[in-house]
């Protein structure tokens, strides 16, 4: 059978115990559940921190570890189930059951209510937090710190416009495997912006392509086209901001940019990616 690696917890030494019988290795797990204890942690390919990146994984995201080994653990994420290797010191046990989630693009943490006081780091769009009480304008996190509240959002609310919530994250700088907007790529956003709407996405943008929305006819005048579109290249994706003009994040200026459609069409076409591989609505 073909596996695909970024989504199979898999290696010659040692497997999910949900894969005995559909893979050879050397001894079979079923993993540990943790959560990620930091804002946001790098997902390796390999257990060094020079190796390449694949995503992020964010402040109370679950996990599931099935090896840990001189500082790195090898790991599943729960929310889009991409394997690899985090900093053993980024993992916490599960504590409290998040009550609430990140809903500006980034709060800061501050060692009380009071936002004169030094930062403690700052969090992300999406972060699951449980929060024990509310002081003021300020929530008290059950791992230490206070946060605005006004930044938070019940964790069964979403927003009602992912491509407003893709516009915030406007001239963030571009990083590969990023979903921050400290820095983020194509993919990234497009499914930082859907989580953030309640729409559940895969990390990449082939698998992207394949599992969100219906196809929409690419007209030769790439006319048609509607807010929230996705608009899909063999290695890139974009939102629509209106019929004409396209949100994404990308290496061509190093930034989240709105241009139209027509102008990145025909330099994607000509310089990278090719031409538009599908456009697909959602709802």
Same mark, same amino acid.
């Given at each position: 059978?073909?596996?695909?690696?970024? *989504? @199979?917890? +898999?290696?010659? /030494?040692? =497997?999910?115990?949900?894969?005995? #019988?559909? $893979?050879? !290795?050397?001894?079979?797990?079923?993993?540990?559940?943790?959560?990620?204890?930091?804002?946001?942690?790098?997902?390796?390919?390999?257990?060094?921190?020079?190796?390449?990146?694949?995503?992020?994984?964010?402040?109370?995201?679950?996990?599931?570890?099935?090896?840990?080994?001189?500082?790195?653990?090898?790991?599943?994420?729960?929310?889009?189930?991409?394997?690899?290797?985090?900093?053993?010191?980024?993992?916490?046990?599960?504590?409290?059951?998040?009550?609430?989630?990140?809903?500006?693009?980034?709060?800061?943490?501050?060692?009380?209510?009071?936002?004169?006081?030094?930062?403690?780091?700052?969090?992300?769009?999406?972060?699951?937090?449980? *929060? @024990?009480? +509310?002081?003021? /304008?300020? =929530?008290?996190?059950?791992?230490? #710190?206070? $946060?605005? !509240?006004?930044?938070?959002?019940?964790?069964?609310?979403?927003?009602?416009?992912?491509?407003?919530?893709?516009?915030?994250?406007?001239?963030?700088?571009?990083?590969?495997?990023?979903?921050?907007?400290?820095?983020?790529?194509?993919?990234?956003?497009?499914?930082?912006?859907?989580?953030?709407?309640?729409?559940?996405?895969?990390?990449?943008?082939?698998?992207?392509?394949?599992?969100?929305?219906?196809?929409?006819?690419?007209?030769?005048?790439?006319?048609?086209?509607?807010?929230?579109?996705?608009?899909?290249?063999?290695?890139?994706?974009?939102?629509?901001?209106?019929?004409?003009?396209?949100?994404?994040?990308?290496?061509?200026?190093?930034?989240?940019?709105?241009?139209?459609?027509?102008?990145?069409?025909?330099?994607?076409?000509?310089?990278?990616?090719?031409?538009?591989?599908?456009?697909?609505?959602?709802?």
């Amino acid at each position: 059978m073909t596996f695909d690696r970024r *989504i @199979t917890p +898999f290696r010659p /030494d040692l =497997a999910d115990e949900k894969l005995r #019988g559909q $893979v050879e !290795a050397e001894r079979f797990a079923t993993g540990t559940p943790m959560c990620v204890a930091v804002p946001y942690a790098s997902l390796h390919r390999h257990p060094s921190r020079e190796a390449p990146v694949d995503t992020q994984a964010i402040m109370g995201e679950g996990v599931t570890v099935y090896d840990e080994h001189e500082g790195w653990s090898w790991v599943q994420l729960h929310d889009d189930g991409y394997v690899g290797y985090l900093p053993s010191e980024a993992l916490g046990e599960s504590g409290p059951a998040p009550t609430h989630r990140v809903g500006a693009i980034r709060t800061f943490v501050y060692p009380g209510p009071n936002l004169k006081l030094p930062d403690l780091g700052c969090l992300t769009l999406n972060s699951k937090l449980a *929060i @024990t009480e +509310f002081q003021g /304008d300020y =929530a008290r996190l059950a791992t230490g #710190g206070w $946060v605005f !509240a006004a930044h938070l959002s019940d964790l069964d609310s979403h927003e009602s416009d992912y491509v407003a919530v893709a516009e915030r994250f406007l001239h963030s700088p571009y990083l590969w495997g990023g979903k921050t907007s400290t820095g983020l790529d194509c993919s990234g956003l497009t499914q930082t912006v859907l989580t953030a709407a309640g729409i559940k996405a895969p990390r990449d943008s082939d698998m992207q392509e394949e599992q969100l929305g219906t196809a929409v006819e690419v007209r030769p005048d790439l006319g048609g086209l509607k807010r929230g579109d996705l608009v899909f290249w063999k290695g890139h994706v974009g939102l629509m901001l209106d019929e004409s003009r396209l949100i994404h994040a990308t290496g061509h200026s190093m930034t989240v940019s709105i241009e139209p459609l027509a102008v990145a069409e025909e330099r994607i076409r000509k310089t990278s990616y090719g031409p538009i591989s599908a456009i697909k609505r959602l709802g």
